[in-house]
């Protein structure tokens, strides 16, 4: 066992330094990095196409897509006119911080203000991983449980914002948000919260506003 620990701390020590590289080159560009993390199907990819749509005049976006295979998202975002590179990482369940270090000499970020890093849909693995982001913002959909900031509770205590999707879902659920927002400041007290409909726009304002305020701090 000792062997096993003493192996994944050294790999986590590489992916930390890869990730300061990462942080450092980001920060000279004056880019606002930021981490998607969520379980499968909680809506990354809606929000951030409806994001980016809302915000892209006068604003460049370039987007980092990742999933273990195909490039569905990807082409999903690439119909928003941001550039976009897919990352397939095959058998492995999260980014890391080499992967988005190998992806970014052939991505186009130019006058880009944002690099939105859509990590692989997990609650687990993803939460170990610094990619050298400014923050990972934390998706959740009312279609899961409220539970789930107490069931993956890393996940949810690395994470700077919580964005509580499909909130147009709620008239014919039972999800209960305040339940949900209460879980998760109970893991992560400082975590920003934001419920939001792609669908209908409900709370994307809000959203919007937070990431100029990201942007600001980021120099920009």
Not at 108 to 118: N, R, S, V
Request: a neutral charge; one cysteine or more.
């Amino acid at each position: 066992m000792a062997r096993v620990l003493e192996i994944r701390k050294n790999v986590l020590a590489k992916n930390d330094e890869i990730a300061r590289e990462n942080r450092e080159f980001f920060r000279s560009r004056g880019l606002t990095a930021l981490n998607f993390v969520s379980s499968p199907g909680a809506g990354k990819t809606s929000l951030l196409v409806r994001t980016i749509n809302d915000m892209k005049t006068g604003v460049k976006f370039a987007v980092i897509e990742g999933d273990q295979q195909t490039d569905n998202d990807a082409k999903k975002i690439e119909q928003t006119g941001a550039p976009v590179i897919q990352i397939n990482t095959v058998s492995s369940c999260h980014l890391d911080a080499d992967m988005v270090k190998k992806s970014l000499g052939s991505l186009d970020m130019d006058g880009a203000k944002y690099l939105f890093i859509e990590n692989v849909g997990n609650l687990v693995c993803p939460a170990s991983y610094d990619l050298g982001e400014m923050m990972k913002v934390a998706v959740m959909s009312v279609t899961e449980g409220e539970d789930k900031p107490v069931k993956y509770p890393k996940m949810f205590r690395v994470s700077s914002a919580l964005v509580i999707t499909k909130t147009d879902l709620l008239p014919y659920l039972d999800f209960d948000v305040k339940m949900a927002v209460d879980y998760a400041l109970k893991v992560n007290p400082a975590i920003r919260v934001f419920k939001v409909s792609v669908k209908n726009g409900d709370g994307l304002a809000d959203w919007y506003k937070f990431l100029l305020t990201l942007s600001d701090a980021a120099g920009r």
